[in-house]
């Protein structure tokens, strides 16, 4: 029976991988080209929100009537 401990792992070979650099270029173009899919939809939410935030603030500046505008109330 073959015991493994804790330390076994740190130990272990190292793995290599050989990558052509045409993959490894196209794998860095794909990644760069995701983070921009991402930036992109994160900057859509983010203007969505403001716009709905600065909706909210005009209303809010906005008398709600005639009475209110003429006192200032």
């Known amino acids: 029976m073959i015991q493994h401990s804790l330390f076994d792992s740190f130990f272990a070979p ?3 991988i050989v990558v052509s650099e045409e993959r490894l270029v196209q794998a ?9 899919k991402a930036i992109d939809c994160r900057i859509e939410e983010l203007t969505k929100y403001r ?5 909210q603030l005009a209303a809010e500046a906005e ?5 209110e ?5």
């Open 63 to 67: 008398p709600e009537s005639l009475e």
């Open 14 to 16: 190292t793995r290599v």
């Open 69 to 73: 505008a003429l006192t200032g109330g």
């Open 28 to 36: 860095e173009r794909e990644a760069r080209e995701h983070h921009v």
């Open 51 to 55: 716009n709905s935030i600065a909706k």
